[in-house]
């Protein structure tokens, strides 16, 4: 199966194959006739899969393929129709996303842009009073410029929710929900999400309109092509394990996961110290810092990249070698996220968990949630120690961890995997009622704004 036999147009067909996929993945397969045939859509698909060129390909069809919609006298400036609204959970997502759209839509003459907080909304403004097709937003940012009068969404033909399971994750459903009331009734919805909680449901029944059901992996599962391993270490002995690992098999890309923002500093100062090159991405640190840590990573130019969770949603860096847990994260499906990052797209990859005495039970709970024991590695001389105790961890942290969680979940007893304290329970962003419901800037890290 080709994706000219999918019917999409040799504009389309032609960036695609210059980008170097021949065939298309399965959620692809699936997703992009059904877009084509313009009906609502609900796919369950885990990051890696291929989902952003599901729906970015047929709505660069749908959109180009009923001609040029320029009045005939030309746009008026400031009255551009944005026909498509993509939304992201995170600024990174938006980038790639809106990456993709250019790359994939090379050749057809359409228009996107990227929005989100963080940076500078003049810009962002004075971009909106030219051409935009396709907007790809995160929540807080778009309801900015709603509230300013500075976007008009009520020309918008088709919606996107991608990741919708980590916006609401991240509170954004509030946010979600103002947008929705400013979108025409008439408009094809397509809602991409890895996990299906009740709540995803709820969102998905009052989007909807009998939807197609696509699922391509089974939620929780990790791919087959990433080799999984725990190193067992002591706790204090972590950051030496990892330079050896990283010294010793000569990895030159390694993604690395911290719990805290704070602990994610201090590994990559480490590091550095160590003659490793690495910087930290997380949501204390400012856009232009993050851009610039992230494209260096993706080029090869820095050896490791040392991440929190939420920052880290929306990594895609093809054939991403090595990811590493340097904590386990506090909710197993994030390990199921962090580990996404590599093995992408049918490429091998491999995943290593430095596992310490205090994680024991956060480790059998990802075992539990992905259905199988990891194999477990001693390295030589780093044998852990029997008479270290476990200690709790604590709000994210343990000894020596950092101030609080990445992005905006942390929440007390968010402690030992405990899922009851995780992050599905969206919390609601601001009293209700209150103007657009924002919570403290301290609280935003790493998050869409
Ligand atoms: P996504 O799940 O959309 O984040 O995509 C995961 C990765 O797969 C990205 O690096 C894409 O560039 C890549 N990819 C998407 N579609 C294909 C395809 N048909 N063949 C090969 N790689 C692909």
């Known amino acids: 199966m080709s994706f000219s036999s999918l019917g999409l147009s040799d504009e389309i067909v032609r960036a695609v194959t210059e980008h170097g996929y021949t065939i298309p993945t399965p959620i692809q397969l699936q997703a992009i006739p059904t877009v084509l045939s313009g009906g609502d859509l609900l796919a369950g698909a885990q990051t890696g899969t291929g989902k952003t060129a599901g729906f970015t390909l047929p709505i660069l069809h ?61 810009p962002q403004i004075q971009r909106l009073r030219t051409r935009v097709d ?130 994610a500093n201090k590994l990559s100062e480490q590091l550095t110290k160590e003659g490793i090159p690495a910087l930290a991405i997380h949501g204390n640190k400012s856009q232009a810092a993050r851009t610039r840590a992230l494209s260096e990573f993706k080029t090869g130019k820095l050896q490791v990249l040392v991440a929190t969770d939420i920052a880290a949603r929306g990594i895609d860096i093809s054939e991403l070698p090595h990811v ?42 990802i075992e539990r949630l992905i259905k199988r024991e990891i194999p477990e590695v001693v390295v030589p001389g780093f044998e852990p120690d029997p008479s270290i105790k476990a200690e709790p961890i604590l709000n994210g942290q343990n000894r020596g961890g950092g101030q609080q969680r990445s992005g905006g979940r942390s929440q007390p007893g968010a402690r030992s995997g405990n899922r009851s304290a995780a992050p599905s329970a969206a919390r609601p962003r601001g009293p209700a009622g209150s103007g657009a419901g924002k919570p403290p800037l301290h609280r935003t890290g790493g998050r869409g704004r």
């Open 134 to 263: 396709i907007l790809v937003a995160t929540p807080g940012r778009l309801l900015d410029h709603l509230q300013q009068k500075t976007v008009d969404l009520s020309h918008v033909e088709i919606l996107v929710l991608d990741e919708a399971d980590r916006m609401l994750d991240m509170g954004f459903i509030r946010d979600i929900k103002r947008v929705l009331a400013v979108l025409p009734k008439h408009r094809q919805n397509l809602l991409f999400s890895a996990t299906f909680s009740d709540e995803i449901k709820l969102l998905a029944d009052g989007l909807l309109n009998k939807p197609a059901l696509i699922e391509v992996a089974r939620r929780n599962v990790t791919a087959d092509t990433v080799a999984q391993k725990v190193y067992k270490v002591d706790r204090e002995r972590k950051r030496e394990l990892l330079t050896h690992l990283i010294k010793e098999h000569s990895w030159h890309q390694v993604l690395v996961f911290t719990r805290t923002k704070h602990g």
């Open 62 to 122: 749908r959109l180009s393929s009923g001609g040029d919609k320029a009045p005939s006298g030309g746009y008026t400036p400031g009255h551009y129709p944005i026909r498509a609204l993509m939304l992201t959970p995170t600024r990174e997502l938006a980038a790639q996303v809106e990456e993709s759209v250019r790359t994939y839509g090379k050749y057809v003459k359409l228009k996107s842009m990227v929005m989100f907080g963080g940076v500078n909304i003049n």
């Open 324 to 365: 590493v847990n340097f904590e386990l994260p506090n909710v197993p499906e994030d390990y199921v996220h962090r580990i996404g990052r590599t093995g992408r797209a049918g490429s091998e990859g491999e995943a290593v968990s430095l596992v310490c005495i205090d994680e024991k039970k956060l480790l059998s709970d």
